[in-house]
Each structure stands twice: as structure tokens, then as C-alpha cells.
């Protein structure tokens, strides 16, 4: 079962069942007890438990923990089905074979029973708390046994008949207290377990305390006198569900539902009670009938309750909401930040303001107004009075007026909004000023007007050309330094397209296209004509601006004059061709100097080897030595002109394609498998990424360098080479470490030079090429390479490829 299909969320799971090996073994467990107890109440040991305890728990399980309550159900049908009340030591393979099978098929059941019950539930309860209301709680009570009860007693009846634990007489009446046993299971455990385990079973203590107690010893007593004798006072009960149904919470109600089924339960299998009947199984199917009854009623109308408690809380809430927003809303009208609102008679006498107004009075004027006190009376400068008095004499004829002042007090800018006041009559009773202060706006309008200062500045002197057109790129506005630039002034060019500096006969400008296209154009480069007739490269930026409707208005666009730049590209472009053909003719030269060179050197060896071979080894020993220097060097010279051809061949691999380093690396290793072998040398290689380079130069690079190491390494310590490689922004970091003698730090920049040795010939072999082969490899993918290493202690041959 997958998790979405388990209202997990919505109980409170102890820390210690969250562990699902914990869990499996409580579930298991428990499973155990209540089926335990349940089969103790099947009196005729060849039919099923009518009340089955244990179902109620199963599904209840589920809904909770989800899927690790599965096993540990499968667990406990399992054993309760074949070793529960069973005698361990009389068992033998006979039953084993005869009850394990059936065993095996129930204890599935159960676990598909929960699965479809627990999805059945979730799906139709749309996720929510399964007793948050009546129409959940059928669901649960409901659907829930329905589902459950009709797959657990189908598969367990079908498994017992084909046992041949029944026969097809017993199978109606067997398969009818099997559903109704689970289904009761289901009626009284499921709920207790669900109210008393969810997130806020111990948050709400709303009920009185000793209202509680009386209760439950009412309860109790009451239970003695319905069950303890034979006389059918049982709907006396029904009294005692509804006080708690309306007194308490549901959790409260779930664990008097199971109080008096216990009493009913014991009662009635004692032969006892309201329900006893002639055979002990058809009088517990009666109780459970009614304890069916009860529970669904009781927990229907506790979860239509619940329902109406929460809406009224939510009504509340939203009623205490709206006075905060009343209270706000008149706060906002009272005193509204930087507006100054008042109201005034024909008279000129004060009908209202707020305390903004009240404040600026003060401040401007240092009157103290009051309601009915005359705006004569109040404003001290004459000319503010005359230019008030004129603008209410308008409003009280009917117009709205506004005016912008400036109060030199404190050198503010305060937007008047005078509007007359109507009654029903439609009669104009006064007038009403709504002062806004605009300070900030005539701040940022004074900003905004030096801003276009300096814009025209720039825009009249920059040697760039600022232009505008139209969507179609007609010019509208050009910058005066189009003069200079193409030699038109900007009123030869407004009104015309911009096609028409191109120099060819094109009518459409592809610049212009390109920006209705993708509205924004960066440095686009294109051939314009000068009114001379001079042609001229210019690079053009520009953008679609758009109206506040949002629809395309005009384009601003700037051209910069780059033939200057084009030229001297050219010319680079030139030179570089140039040094190109330099460097393919130097490589060739090599090339060809190292491979002539064998021919001359194998002759000499060869000659060297043979008048060594003829001449007597006795007859002269300075001959024979001297031949010795022949042959060595020689040798020395043939391994210098492979090196020099093997350098000169770097690149000459054009193509580039993906490449795996961890197959690189392989390859490498491979090639160098016997020196490898033969010193013992342990390589660790990292995950390494896939790169773009030459596959070949990369293989040669890895293997000197490994070669490299194997070759310096201790006498005296096993040699340990890793191969490791991160990402460090847009390149490919690699490192090749080994524990090897190390390098001194004078030496680190010399080893890349070519046919730069710095030990001994005689103690380490080689001609000095390897780490020069590899910066050149390196460099070839445009990247570094650089060491880092302690004299006696090892190396660390870092290099770079982009990624």
C-alpha cells in the first residue's frame, strides 16, 4: 500500500512506532491478544468468533501507520490462525500441513482486507479526519466493515470449506458470523483507536471535570443494572451515549462505546442479560446487531456535532475578524498617513476633519480648531484665505476643483481636492477638501527632470548614435552626432526607414525585423552608407519599448561605429593565417628532421653493434669502451628524436568527440600493465567525468603521467597513485597523486621544459619529454597544467579541461 493511501498525518504516532521493526512487533502482538480474547467467545470451536476483536484493530492500525502495519497484521492472523491456543508440543507435521495453508490464505486476506478498506476510506473521506464528520463517520463505520468484512470472511469461509474444516451446510451460517464478527470488531475498536490517536485527542478539555466523573460512575451503574439480569431494559443506554455525544468529545463517547460492549460481551457469553438467547452464538450475533446500532448512531451524531462545534468556532472567528477590520477600517479613515481630510458648512464653519488636518492647522497657523469654528477665523495668511475662499465659492456652485500648494512652514507640497457636499435633496450643503501631501512626488519629479537634463546631455554629445524609430523603423528621433557619424543630419533622417542607409537596394531592414521578432537586439553587426557614399561597419542595440497597455510603441536602438575594430580584426585575422602556415610548416619541419634522423642513427648503432660483435674482446679494452659510449649514445640520440616526433604529432588528431576518462584511464593502465605489475604499484581511480577532447592525446597524457610516477618512486615504500577529478566552475579539476620522491620546489617550473632532466641518467631513466608532451596536451585542450608536491614526501600533477 503506498503512503498517500494512509491518514498518518492526521494521528499523533508515539516516537517509539515510528521505528518499523517496533511497529511490526506491536501490531503483531496486540493482533495476537485481541484474537485471543475474541476466540475465547466462540462456544462451538468448530464455527468462527462472532465478535472478532482483533478486525477493529487491523484496520484501525492501518489507517495510522500506514504500510508498517501490514506485516506485522499478516504476522498476527498467522499465528492466531495455527499456534494460538494450541498445544506446541502435540503438533506434528500432519497439522501443520492441514492448517497452514488455510492459515496462510486468511492471514493475506486480512492484509488485502485492510489495504482496499484503508484506500476505500482515505479516497472516499477526501483525506480528512475519518470522525470529522457524520458524513465520514458512515464511511468509516459503513463502507469501511462492508469492504473489510466481505474480502477477510470470503477468503477465510472459502479456505475452511476447501480444508474441509466445514461442511456446505455450515458455510451461510459460518461465513454470516465471520462478516458480522469483523464488522462489529470493526464498529467498536476502529473508532476508539482513531479518536483516541489523533493530533488533538488531549488538546481539548472543554467539559467539566466533575460533570466527567459523575458520568462515568453513572456508567458503570447503569451497565450492572441493564446487563446483570434478564429484564430488557437495554435502550436505557441509549441515554448515556447521547449526554456524552453532546457533553464530551468524541474520544470520550468511543471509550463508553467500548465500556459497555464489554459489559454486554461478558454478560452475554455468561448466559446472561438482555440478549441471551437458546444458542450462545445467536445471542452474541443479536448484541452485535445492537452494539452495531448504537455505536453508528452515537458516532454519527458526535460527528455532525463535532461539524456544527467547528463552524461555529470558524463563525466566531470570522465575526472577530470583521470587528478587527471594522476597527481598522476606521482607524485607515481616521488618520490616513501624508491625507488631511476635512469638511465644511456654507459658512465656512469646520463640520469635521481628522487629526492629520488638526496636526497641520496647528503647525501652519497655531490654532486649535474645534467643529464650528470658521475657516476665517483659522488661517493666518491673507493670500491663502482670498485664493480658499475663491475655490469654496466654485465648489459651492457645483464644480470640483483641485490645487496644488506649497507651505513654506515646513516646505511641503499638499494636492487640494475640493469636491462639494449633497444631501438626498440634491442640494449642495458644503464642501469637502482632501489635502494630499506630494512632496515626495514633486521631489521625484524634480529628479526626474534633471534626469532628462542629463539624458539630453548625453544624448546631444555622445559620439554613439541614440535613435528612435517606429515598429516598421522609420526614424523619429536621432542623437545630433548622426552628422558625424554618416554625414546626415537628424532632420534628413526623421521620417525615412532605416533601410534607407543600407548599401544595398534591400527595402527591409533585418535589424528592425529582428527586434519585432525577439524585442531586444545586442550588438548586432551590419553595413550602413554614408551620404558620401563611404561604407561603414556599425554595431546596433535595441529594444522594443512598449505602451502602458502593453502593446509595442516604438523601438530605442544606439549604433556604435566599428569599422575601426573591423579593420584591425582583418589584419589579425591576417596575421594569424600567417602564423598558422608558420607553425604547420615548423611542425612539419620536426616532423621530418626527427623521422631522417632514425635512418642515420640505426645505421650507426647497427655499424657500432657489429665491429663490437667482430672485435675481440681481449684485444684493446679502451676500443671496446669506446664503442660502449657509441652505442649509448646512440641509443640516447634515437630516443631523443622518437620524443621530439612523438611531440610534434600532438594535434594532429583534428577530431574532437565525447570521451569517458574512466575508459581513458583503463586504456592507459592497460598499456602500462607490466611495469605496473612488476613494481607492485596499487592506482585508486576516482569517478571520472566525460569530456570533449582527443581521445588519443588524452590516453598518451594519462599514461606519462603514471609513467612519471612509477619512475620516481621510493626504493623502500609501495608506490600508491590516485587518479581523481572535480568540478571547479566551468572546468574539469583532475589530479594525478602519487607518494613517490617528490619534486624540489626550484625545479616545479623546469620539468615542463622539454628535454629538461633534473636527476641523474644513471639512477632514473629517460630523455626529459614526458611532462612536456603533457602540456602540450593539455594546452591542446585549452586548459592548465601545474604541480604541487613536497621533496620526499610525493607529487600532485593537477591540470584543467573546460567543461
Known amino acids: 500500500m503506498k503512503p ?15 521505528s518499523s521493526p517496533i511497529a511490526v512487533l506491536v501490531v503483531a502482538t496486540l493482533y495476537i491478544l485481541l484474537a485471543k480474547i475474541s476466540f475465547s467467545l466462540t462456544i462451538d470451536t468448530s464455527t468462527v468468533s462472532p465478535i472478532f476483536l482483533a478486525s477493529g484493530f487491523a484496520f484501525a492500525s492501518t489507517l495510522i501507520l500506514g504500510r508498517n502495519a501490514l506485516i506485522g497484521i499478516w504476522i498476527g492472523s498467522l499465528y492466531s490462525n495455527t499456534l494460538l491456543n494450541k498445544d506446541i508440543a502435540s503438533l506434528d507435521k500432519t497439522f501443520f500441513l492441514n492448517h497452514l495453508p488455510t492459515a496462510f490464505f486468511i492471514s493475506i ?22 470522525l470529522n464528520n457524520g458524513k465520514n463517520v458512515l464511511t468509516l463505520l459503513i463502507l469501511g466493515p462492508i469492504a473489510y468484512s466481505t474480502i477477510t470472511s470470503l477468503i477465510g469461509v472459502t479456505s475452511f470449506f476447501l480444508n474441509d474444516s466445514i461442511t456446505a451446510e455450515q458455510f451461510w451460517y459460518t461465513y454470516k458470523t465471520w462478516w458480522l464478527g469483523d464488522a462489529i470488531g470493526i464498529i467498536l475498536i476502529t473508532p476508539f483507536m482513531l479518536s483516541w490517536f489523533s493530533k488533538d485527542s488531549f488538546n481539548k478539555n472543554n467539559f467539566n471535570s466533575l460533570e466527567l466523573t459523575l458520568y462515568g460512575l453513572t456508567t458503570i451503574l447503569l451497565c450492572f443494572g441493564v446487563f446483570f439480569q434478564h429484564t ?5 443506554i441509549l441515554p448515556l451515549l447521547f449526554w456524552s455525544v453532546y457533553r464530551f468529545e468524541i474520544q470520550i463517547t468511543t471509550l463508553i462505546i467500548i465500556i459497555i460492549s464489554l459489559f454486554a460481551i461478558i454478560t452475554t457469553a455468561q448466559g446472561i442479560g438482555p440478549f441471551n438467547e437458546e444458542y450462545i452464538n445467536d445471542s452474541i450475533l443479536f448484541l452485535d446487531l445492537f452494539l452495531s446500532v448504537i455505536s453508528i448512531c452515537s458516532l454519527f451524531l458526535a460527528g455532525i456535532i463535532s461539524e456544527r462545534k467547528r463552524a461555529d468556532d470558524l463563525i466566531k472567528k470570522n465575526e472577530k475578524d470583521l470587528r478587527k477590520n471594522q476597527i481598522l477600517l476606521e482607524s485607515t479613515l481616521e488618520s490616513p498617513k501624508d491625507i488631511s481630510i476635512y469638511s465644511l458648512g456654507l459658512n465656512y464653519e469646520y463640520l469635521s476633519f481628522n487629526s492629520l488636518h488638526r496636526h497641520n492647522m496647528k503647525i501652519m497657523n497655531g490654532v486649535d480648531i474645534e467643529l464650528g469654528i470658521k475657516l476665517q477665523d483659522c488661517l493666518i495668511n491673507k493670500d491663502e484665505l482670498e485664493e480658499s475662499m475663491a475655490v469654496l465659492t466654485k465648489v459651492f456652485s457645483g464644480e470640483s476643483i483641485t490645487t496644488i500648494r506649497n507651505f513654506e512652514a515646513n516646505n511641503t507640497f499638499w494636492e487640494l481636492r475640493t469636491s462639494p457636499i449633497v444631501n438626498q435633496n440634491n442640494e449642495i450643503i458644503g464642501a469637502t477638501v482632501i489635502s494630499t501631501n506630494i512632496t515626495e512626488k514633486m521631489k521625484a519629479e524634480e529628479n526626474l527632470r534633471k534626469s532628462e537634463e542629463k539624458y539630453r546631455n548625453i ?8 535613435f528612435q524609430t517606429d515598429i516598421n523603423g522609420i526614424f523619429t528621433d536621432l542623437s545630433p552626432s548622426i552628422e558625424e557619424f554618416c554625414g546626415y543630419t537628424a532632420n534628413e533622417l526623421i521620417g525615412k526607414p532605416t533601410s534607407f542607409l543600407q548599401p544595398d537596394d534591400e527595402k527591409n531592414d533585418i535589424a528592425i525585423i529582428l527586434i519585432n521578432e525577439n524585442l531586444i537586439l545586442n550588438n548586432y553587426e551590419k553595413l550602413i552608407k554614408t551620404k558620401s557614399g563611404a561604407i561603414k561597419h556599425i554595431s546596433l542595440s535595441g529594444k522594443m519599448i512598449f505602451d502602458k497597455n502593453g502593446v509595442p510603441h516604438h523601438i530605442d536602438a544606439i549604433a556604435r561605429d566599428i569599422t575601426q575594430r573591423k579593420e584591425n580584426e582583418k589584419e589579425i585575422a591576417i596575421q594569424n593565417q600567417k602564423l598558422q602556415i608558420q607553425n604547420k610548416e615548423l611542425e612539419q619541419f620536426a616532423y621530418i628532421t626527427s623521422h631522417d634522423l632514425q635512418e642515420p642513427l640505426l645505421t650507426l648503432k647497427c655499424f657500432s ?21 657509441i652505442l649509448e649514445s646512440s641509443d640516447r640520440m634515437q630516443k631523443l628524436v622518437k620524443g621530439l616526433l612523438d611531440y610534434s604529432r600532438i594535434g594532429s588528431q583534428i577530431e574532437i568527440t565525447k570521451v569517458d576518462c574512466n575508459e581513458i584511464v583503463n586504456d592507459a593502465i592497460s598499456t602500462l600493465s607490466n611495469s605496473i605489475q612488476k613494481t607492485e604499484t596499487q592506482i585508486i581511480i576516482g569517478e571520472l567525468p566525460k569530456v570533449e577532447g582527443h581521445s588519443i592525446e588524452l590516453i598518451q597524457l594519462f599514461q606519462n603521467l603514471i609513467e612519471n610516477a612509477i619512475k620516481f618512486r621510493k626504493n623502500e615504500t609501495p608506490l600508491t597513485i590516485s587518479i581523481t577529478a572535480k568540478q571547479i566552475e566551468d572546468n574539469w579539476q583532475f589530479a ?37 608532451i603533457c602540456k602540450k596536451i593539455v594546452a591542446l585542450h585549452r586548459g592548465t597544467i601545474w604541480i604541487e608536491s613536497t621533496f620526499g614526501q610525493g607529487t600532485i600533477v593537477y591540470f584543467t579541461i573546460p567543461k
Open 459 to 466: 544624448f546631444e554629445n555622445i559620439p554613439d548614435v541614440i
Open 4 to 18: 498517500n493511501n494512509s491518514l498518518t498525518p492526521l494521528y499523533s504516532i508515539p516516537s517509539i512506532l515510528r
Open 232 to 236: 430488557d431494559l437495554k435502550y436505557l
Open 609 to 629: 653493434e657489429l665491429i663490437k660483435a667482430d672485435f675481440p674482446k681481449d684485444a684493446n679494452e679502451n676500443i671496446n669502451q669506446y664503442l660502449d659510449f
Open 736 to 772: 594525478v597523486e602519487d607518494n613517490g620522491i617528490g619534486i624540489e620546489k626550484q625545479n616545479k617550473e623546469k620539468i615542463f621544459i622539454i628535454f629538461k632532466r633534473l636527476n641523474n641518467r644513471d639512477e632514473y631513466t629517460g630523455i626529459g619529454i614526458g611532462l612536456a
Open 109 to 130: 486476506g486480512s492484509v488485502i482486507a485492510s489495504i482496499i478498506a484503508t484506500i476505500l476510506v482515505v479516497r472516499l473521506c477526501k483525506k480528512e479526519y475519518p
